[in-house]
């Protein structure tokens, strides 16, 4: 798996679009770019998933630029509720290796 | 909206003592895995299991950790012979298929507390 660089923790309020940038500077040919979150006291969710350019769902938007060494997840009008650890990662997907490795990921702080 | 799911949702077991952590995962996935976390600390992974048997491990599986299929429904983590440090949350995780780039869906964990 290629190695993420992510900030510790980030403190935004509510409302407001929050982006957490993701550098994976050796990221491979073969490599997507995964978006975890996980709330306090509960499992990591998966939230989004690209290869390049832009990807959008219900809940996250993630911007991948042409030479895909770094990725930024948006996350819209946050809310309290968004307070949690975001867990970008980076993966080969023709491989079968199957686990996750988690880094520390950026807490996101939402302030009222 | 099919979910995973864990009991019981908090251990709590005396240094020694064998536990059981349970799960259901999502009824038509095919690959389940464990995870832990330490108190303030990374998710780490532990076990990957497929067609009822182990697809990989990582160095803190060692010999006390051992997981199981019984039935076509559960999953379970076998811990013996407990140690303080083996305090932290274990989460249960499936997938329809394989491959770090497929969605894991993660349970709501179990507490582990070894006194």
């Known amino acids: 798996l290629a190695k993420t660089t992510q900030p510790i923790s980030m403190d935004s309020y509510e409302g407001q679009e929050v982006n957490i940038t993701c550098s994976h500077n050796?990221?491979?040919?073969?490599?997507?770019i995964t978006w975890y979150q996980q709330f306090p006291s509960q499992g990591p969710r998966f939230i989004i998933q690209?290869?390049?350019t832009k990807v959008t769902n219900e809940v996250a938007s993630l911007f991948i630029p042409a030479d895909r060494k770094s990725s930024t997840l948006s996350l819209p009008r946050v809310s309290l509720s968004d307070t949690a650890v975001y867990y970008c990662?980076?993966?080969?997907?023709?491989?079968?290796?199957?686990?996750?490795?988690f880094g520390k990921g950026t807490r996101l702080h939402i302030l009222p | 909206e099919p979910e995973v799911t864990q009991t019981p949702s908090h251990q709590v077991t005396q240094m020694g003592q064998e536990v059981i952590l349970r799960c259901v995962p999502i009824?038509?996935?095919?690959?389940f895995y464990w995870y832990r976390q330490i108190l303030g600390q990374k998710v780490e992974f532990l076990v990957s299991?497929?067609?009822?048997?182990?697809?990989?491990k990582s160095e803190i599986f060692d010999d006390q950790f051992s997981v199981e299929r019984p039935d076509g429904s559960n999953f379970t983590l076998k811990i013996r012979s407990t140690k303080l440090e083996d305090s932290a949350m274990y989460f249960c995780?499936?997938?329809?298929?394989?491959?770090?780039?497929?969605?894991?869906?993660f349970g709501p964990g179990t507490r582990l507390t070894v006194l």
């Open positions: 995780a499936s997938s329809q298929l394989a491959g770090v780039n497929n969605e894991q869906f």
């Open positions: 050796n990221i491979a040919t073969n490599d997507y």
């Open positions: 690209g290869y390049k």
């Open positions: 990662l980076v993966g080969d997907i023709k491989t079968r290796d199957d686990k996750i490795i």
């Open positions: 009824s038509n996935h095919l690959y």
């Open positions: 299991f497929y067609n009822n048997e182990i697809s990989e």
